[in-house]
T-cell receptor, first 116, second 113 residues
Framework: AQKVTQAQTEISVVEKEDVTLDCVYETRDTTYYLFWYKQPPSGELVFLIRRNSFDEQNEISGRYSWNFQKSTSSFNFTITASQVVDSAVYFCALSEASDNAGKSTFGDGTTLTVKP | NAGVTQTPKFQVLKTGQSMTLQCAQDMNHEYMSWYRQDPGMGLRLIHYSVGAGITDQGEVPNGYNVSRSTTEDFPLRLLSAAPSQTSVYFC????????????FGPGTRLTVT
């Protein structure tokens, strides 16, 4: 069965610090998909990125970067020079290709607080 | 495009009452799902649907019913509300295959007293 672990329940940083959110997953599939979602204090859930299992290239989007490592079953998310607007709950999720419906399993989330 | 819409945004029920949470999407997505979000427990799948007329149970289906008569609508029914169903409920949709991201509605905050 698939499982996603976000061991960091809460992280607090001061603005302009770099911060990394950890995500470790378990799956027996060789083809799977990993996602990050953001939930700001307003409550909506916003998709940030998708990565498939056969593409280990790291991705950078502005201050955000993602490090996918199959060897350690991790898909970590780094925010460089954090800002107060980055304060949110961040969820990592996994979906297996063998699941015909493609259901996602979510981690419990990491609450990031960026203080000015 | 409105995306995924949910009504109501807030609801207070008494134990034993029933109600329906509405969800609609205008993106012609085959897959729709309902999650509940409780503090420290992430998002747990209640029910999902891969198309009109097809529904299935997720991780925590007890106490909830769904139907999918059209591609656009996926209502969630609470049969007899219990305090344990106090939660925030999110509806989501996406294209059917596994690799697609989900689009979420704004959520419904439900309190059962």
């Amino acid at each position: 069965a698939q499982k996603v672990t976000q061991a960091q329940t809460e992280i607090s940083v001061v603005e302009k610090e770099d911060v990394t959110l950890d995500c470790v997953y378990e799956t027996r599939d060789t083809t799977y998909y990993l996602f990050w979602y953001k939930q700001p204090p307003s409550g909506e859930l916003v998709f940030l990125i998708r990565r498939n299992s056969f593409d280990e290239q790291n991705e950078i989007s502005g201050r955000y970067s993602w490090n996918f490592q199959k060897s350690t079953s991790s898909f970590n998310f780094t925010i460089t020079a954090s800002q107060v607007v980055d304060s949110a709950v961040y969820f990592c999720a996994l979906s297996e290709a063998s699941d015909n419906a493609g259901k996602s399993t979510f981690g419990d989330g990491t609450t990031l607080t960026v203080k000015p | 495009n409105a995306g995924v819409t949910q009504t109501p945004k807030f609801q207070v029920l008494k134990t034993g009452q029933s109600m329906t949470l509405q969800c609609a999407q205008d993106m012609n997505h085959e897959y729709m799902s309902w999650y509940r979000q409780d503090p420290g427990m992430g998002l747990r799948l209640i029910h999902y649907s891969v198309g009109a007329g097809i529904t299935d149970q997720g991780e925590v289906p007890n106490g909830y019913n769904v139907s999918r008569s059209t591609t656009e609508d996926f209502p969630l029914r609470l049969l007899s509300a219990a305090p344990s169903q106090t939660s925030v409920y999110f509806c989501a949709s996406r294209r059917l295959r596994a690799g697609y991201e989900q689009y979420f509605g704004p959520g419904t905050r439900l309190t059962v007293t």
